[in-house]
Structures are given as C-alpha cells and as structure tokens.
C-alpha cells in the first residue's frame, strides 16, 4: 500500500451530502477482477452524459460541463472536500479503488460511512473528518488554484491563508498509512495468539471446530 | 459493574488481541464469499504466495452476476461470465466450498448462509457485502467488508476492528394489519435517517421485533446498514432456536444441546448500558414507501410526496430538491398516483420463502395492470424456490401474469441482465434506491413484498392495509 505523509493539492468540492457508493463507482464496473483502472470511471452517471460500460474509451464521451470534476480549474486536485455521510451505501472496495485511481488522495466531510471509512485506510487514501462547520468555512473559501496543505504526522491542514486545522486518526491507522504497511504481514505477526484463540475457543464452542 | 449487550458479549468473545489504542484483533467464524468482491482479494494470496488459514470457514456462492432466466444458456454477458468462473476457478484452487449455478443451493448469499445453517447464532460472520448485516438477525455479529478484507479474513481468519457503540432500537407493541418487517425498518430509517446508525451496533428489540419470524428480523438487520450501522441485532429466542434445528450446517446431537445452551445467553442483560436508545410504537408504522433517492426519503403510503420548501437545512433541501427531480415526482403530490411501470420482488431483504407467501396472499385471484410492463418474482435460493413451488406459490404468480425467476441479486442493483430502463418508477423490494441502482436513469421506490404486488395488481401504489385486511406480518 502507498504510504501517505504530507500532501500540499488543488481541492475539488462536492457539494453533496450521503453520496453513496454507487454513484461514486456504479455496479457495471464492479464485473472487472482487476484492482486497477476505474479512475476513468469514478462518478460516472454525474461525470458523463451517456451510459457508461466497462472498458469503455472516455476518451470521447461527452463529459456532463455541469460536473465539478470536469470544470478546468479543479483539473488535477488531489482532495476532495464534501459533505454528510460520504460513501454510504455498498461496501465495493471499487469506491476508494477509483478515487485513488483517479488521483484524489484525501477526502475531507463532516462524517463518513464505516465501512467506506475503512477502506480508504487499505487503499491510502486519507479520509478526514472535520466539523460541519469547519467543512462549511472550507467550501466558502474554495476559489481558482485553492490547495491546502495536509501533514497526517502532525495531523494538521493549512490553508492558503496560513489557518491551522486540527484533526485526528487513530494512533493505529495513522501508524499504518504513514508506513504503507501491509495489514495481513502484521497480523500474521500474532499467529501465534489466533491459534491459542482457536485452542481455547474450541473448548467453549466445539461444534464450531468439527472439520477442522 | 453494568451487565453487558448483545454486541459487548459477541465481541468480547472474540477478541484475540487487544492493541493500546482499543483497536482489537476480532477472530471471524464464517466468511461468506461471492463473485463481485473476492477476485482480487485471492489475487492478492497468489502474490503472497499464502494459503486461506481455515479453508472450512468459508463458503462461496456466486449470486450478482447469475441470469434469473434460461441458466441452461449460461452466462450472456462475457465480462459477468469470466467474474462468475473466476470464482469457480478460484475456489477449486483454494479448496473452498461453493455452491454454483447448478446447485439447488445456490442464491442470494444472505439468503444461503442462514438457510444452510452456516452462519449460526454467536458467531462473527463477514462478506465483502454491506447487507451481511442479516445474519445479525440470529445474534450473529455479521458486517461487511471490503476486499482488502476480504483478503485479510482469507489469509488470518481475523480482522483489525475497533469496537462500535451500542444502539438500542425498541418497537414496542404490535404491527396493524398489512404491515410488515420491511415497513418497521423503513420507518426506522425514515426516523433516524442513513447516517443515524454510523459508528454503531444496533440492537432491534420489543414486542414488535419479538414477534417476527426469522425471515422478518433478517429483514430487519439486512437495513441496519441503510441506517449507517455496520451490523444489526436481534436476541436469541425461541424462534431462532427452532429455525437453525435440522439446517445442513447446524451442529447435531450432543453438539446441538450445548451450542443452544451456549446461544441462550446471547441476550442484552437487563441493567446493561447502550450509547443511545430510540424507540417506535409499531402501532404508528403504517406501509411505507420511498419517495426519493435515499432510504431514508420515505413516507406512509397514505402521505404525500413532502415540499423541500418545508425543510429549514439548505444541504437537506437540495438534496429533496435534486432527488425529486431524479425522481419525476412534484412536491405535496399523493403517493398513491404515482404510477408503476415495473415491479420487483426479491433481494438478500425479501426474497425469503414468507416474502413470496406475503406477495401471493395479496395478488391471489387477481391479473398486473396492463400499464405494468413486468413483474419479476425472483426467489433467494434454490430450495426457496422449490419450496414456494411445493406450495404451489409459482401458479399463483404466473397466473397473475408475473415471471417467475431463478434466484440471484437480479434488479436490486442490475448487474445482471435484469434492470430498470431510464425514466421506468419501480415498485421493489430491494434495500436502496440511489440514483441509476436498478438501472441507469431507473426510478425505485422501496416497499413490502405485499406492497410491491399490491400495486403491480392495482398498477399504482396502493395501502396494502385497506385492499386486504386480512393480510398482517
């Protein structure tokens, strides 16, 4: 997994509360038993005019000029500001796959769902949760060229205008993402506690440990 | 010291590790695979060169991408075919148990788990599948996963989690006629909205929930995820006791005595403590149906579409304003013109064999209106369908002019060939109603199975509580 440490990006806002999995990346690109390549589609039913379908060029379908993604000032931003309960719905691991494809590597919104939350953490992308009213004061400065600044050690944000941002991961993920480290390689670390787990559950509840 | 919950005794009974910062390291009893979010993650063991840590805790069924019609023909679709053999391929290779299209087993993989007995109460259970929330419906700590998770289960039989806070949601009393598991946990969602439950386990209790069959609280808990909660629960009763007796997977003689001594304390004590406690009086609940393009826009069928005029939060009233648009509805109109064009009976939610008895009390004797193009009945397992067969459910149905399909996810997200076409209101069954989920440009409105086959008969939303009084949970 890529490590994730300091970010100074161009932030694009969406506007939107409960965006959810589908429409971040809709089901028809979740046939793919790739991990890679569904940037092109990231917010596809918002970002396109037509219908999309998997391994389609984009090159040349009509792009929706409505859609925050395809305006030219925020070509190229790498943190997506927006609002409630970001990545609700599906658990489609698809979603952060594409955000990250795409190029965004931190999101910022007052909440977000569990388990898009987690996934970001294997996929690093840094999912930030600030006040409402924080993410509100963001999404009135936004302007042309609008980047901030994101430190995960320190656990700050600065603004163009020099504000400090506070915010907070936990100690676990935090340790994780600024490592890149590999969860299953750290788990297995234990193996031998899951196995006296096993041991001593399989007294407690025996029935769970007959074919083994 | 305060007696614990459901949840507290479910995770404390599998935790293997407990780092500094509360994270733990939670054993998982059962995963649940499926075609749409494991190939990357056996991808991910063949470049580690690592072997699943218990091969025998999984179980594979390939459900999103299957053909509800003509499976004699295979797969049309090339891109859903090779996702569907891929799972075949990589299960031979690990040695894991999967029930494919040929196997009466096969269906809705939380439709089979329960059915086969193989989630069972007590234990933890996940899938790459936010509705694993289901199987909470026997006390089972059941949530969905990501792939990386996927993958991390496969390899460790553990997962990292952090414990969530405990909710308590209590349906005292009882249901009127014609309403239903679906139309409780609506109304739910409609009173803490979708992100209500984010951050927590939550704890369905009260007469009402009591009351309900197995197949009801899986209903119930399938949602918990529509309401933000990773997991729902339901206590072990005498109901879930008599439902898992005889399943292929259950335990047997001896095994069986004392699994169900060991299921009988899973229960909230009476002085345990929940971060928060919401209650309903199901006497209030009527049918319910969406309106919008999130669970939570939902109202009484006998209510209108509401005004985003009428709502003070600006962030709250685009989103009314954008969903009604998407929607082709106007503010303050009846929910009951809204007219169908199809009409979908199924999903991990209400696909179960009550579901089909439910929608075939309400249609028996009776034909779809002409003005709705189709009506799919697509049942959640094989042996479901055999079993409404036995019943002889499918006459009632084709009679009626429905088709009556082989199980699988079919239109409650269209992967398959089954789906919405732009534009086209749907009555369905399913979990959600997002903007292009049954199909792009498709218009879902969520209900009850009797609701659902209630308006393909009547060709528009219609309160399911008058057409038949007879007709209850």
């Given at each position: 997994m890529k490590a994730f440490t300091q970010l100074t990006a161009l932030v694009a806002p969406l506007d939107r509360a409960n965006v959810d999995t589908d429409a971040i990346i809709p089901k028809q690109f979740l046939k793919s038993i790739r991990r890679a390549g569904f940037g092109p589609y990231l917010f596809d039913e918002w970002r396109y005019l037509d219908r999309g379908e998997p391994e389609m060029d984009c090159s040349n379908r009509p792009l929706n000029p409505d859609f925050v993604l395809n305006q030219p000032q925020y070509q190229g931003a790498q943190i997506l500001l927006t609002r409630e309960n970001f990545g609700c719905g599906s658990s489609r691991e698809h979603a952060p796959w594409a955000l990250e494809d795409y190029g965004f590597r931190a999101i910022i919104a007052p909440s977000?769902?569990?388990?898009?939350?987690?996934?970001?953490?294997?996929?690093?992308?840094?999912?930030?949760?600030?006040?409402?009213?924080?993410?509100?004061?963001l999404f009135q400065e936004i302007s042309a060229g609008y980047q901030l600044s994101i430190d995960l050690d320190a656990q700050t944000i600065t603004t163009p205008s020099g504000?400090?941002?506070?915010?907070n991961v936990d100690e676990n993920r935090r340790h994780r993402l600024l490592n890149g480290l590999d969860d299953i390689g750290l788990t297995l670390q234990q193996a031998e506690k899951i196995k006296a787990y096993e041991t001593e559950r399989a007294q407690r509840a025996p029935w769970l440990f007959k074919d083994a | 010291m305060a007696g614990k919950t459901l949840y507290d005794k479910l995770w404390d009974d599998h935790v293997v590790h407990r780092e500094d910062d509360g994270s733990c390291l939670i054993y998982i009893d059962r995963q649940l695979l499926h075609e749409v979010t494991s190939p990357q993650a056996f991808d991910g063991l063949r470049m580690a060169g690592r072997q699943p840590w218990r091969v025998s805790r999984n179980l594979a069924v390939a459900d999103h991408n299957v053909p509800t019609d003509h499976r004699d023909q295979g797969i049309a679709d090339p891109v859903s075919r090779l996702q569907v053999e891929t799972l075949d391929k990589n299960c031979a290779e690990f040695a894991i148990t999967e029930f494919d299209m040929s196997d009466i087993?096969?269906?809705?993989?939380?439709?089979?788990?329960?059915e086969q007995g193989a989630t069972l109460p007590g234990m933890t259970v996940v899938c790459g599948d936010s509705h694993t929330s289901t199987h909470g419906a026997s006390a089972a700590l059941a949530f969905g996963i990501g792939t990386s998770e996927v993958e991390h289960a496969l390899a460790?039989?553990?997962?990292?989690?952090?414990?969530?806070?405990?909710?308590?949601?209590?349906?005292n009393g009882q249901v009127g006629p014609g309403v239903t598991a679906k139309d409780i946990v609506l109304a739910i969602i409609g009173k803490i909205g979708t992100a209500g439950g984010t951050g927590y386990?939550?704890?369905?209790?009260?007469?009402?929930?009591?009351?309900?069959?197995?197949?009801?609280?899986?209903?119930?808990?399938?949602?918990?995820?529509?309401?933000?909660?990773?997991?729902?629960?339901?206590?072990?009763?005498?109901?879930?006791?008599?439902?898992?007796?005889?399943?292929?997977?259950?335990?047997q003689g001896d095994d069986w005595n004392m699994a169900v001594r060991y299921w009988q304390r899973l229960h909230s004590d009476s002085d345990a403590q929940f971060d928060k406690i919401v209650t309903l009086n199901a006497a209030e609940i009527k049918p319910q149906v969406t309106w919008g393009t999130s669970p939570e826009m939902v109202v009484a069928v006998d209510a209108c579409v509401?005004?985003?005029?009428?709502?003070?939060?600006?962030?709250?009233?685009?989103?009314?304003?954008?969903?009604?648009?998407?929607?082709?509805?106007?503010?303050?109109?009846?929910?009951?013109?809204?007219?169908?064009d199809r009409v979908?009976?199924?999903?991990?939610?209400?696909?179960?064999?009550?579901?089909?008895?439910?929608?075939?009390a309400v249609i028996e004797g009776h034909h779809k209106a002409d003005s709705v193009k189709q009506v799919l009945i697509v049942p959640g397992s094989g042996l479901v369908k055999q079993q409404a067969e036995a019943e002889g459910l499918d006459k009632i149905f084709i009679a009626a002019g429905f088709e009556w399909r082989e199980p699988g996810c079919s239109m409650c997200l269209a992967m398959n060939a089954d789906r919405l076409e732009a534009g086209e209101h749907c009555a369905s069954t399913s979990n959600r109603n997002f903007e292009g989920r049954q199909g792009y440009g498709g218009r879902t409105h969520l209900v009850s199975p009797a609701m659902a086959a209630a308006a393909a008969i009547a060709g528009h939303f219609v309160n399911v509580a008058e057409l038949n009084p007879g007709a209850s949970s």
């Open positions: 977000f769902a569990d388990i898009f939350f987690n996934n970001c953490f294997k996929n690093g992308v840094l999912p930030i949760v600030l006040s409402a009213e924080l993410v509100e004061s504000r400090l941002i506070g915010f | 087993r096969q269906g809705i993989v939380h439709v089979v788990g329960p460790t039989q553990c997962l990292v989690q952090k414990k969530a806070k405990n909710m308590l949601i209590k349906v386990t939550i704890e369905f209790a009260g007469e009402a929930i009591r009351a309900l069959s197995m197949e009801g609280r899986m209903t119930v808990c399938n949602m918990a995820i529509e309401a933000g909660a990773r997991a729902g629960l339901v206590a072990v009763d005498d109901t879930t006791i008599d439902y898992y007796r005889g399943r292929p997977y259950a335990p509401p005004d985003p005029e009428q709502e003070a939060d600006p962030v709250k009233r685009e989103g009314m304003q954008r969903a009604l648009q998407y929607m082709g509805l106007q503010a303050n109109q009846k929910i009951t013109d809204i007219r169908v979908f009976i199924g999903s991990c939610t209400n696909s179960r064999i009550e579901d089909l008895r439910q929608a075939a």
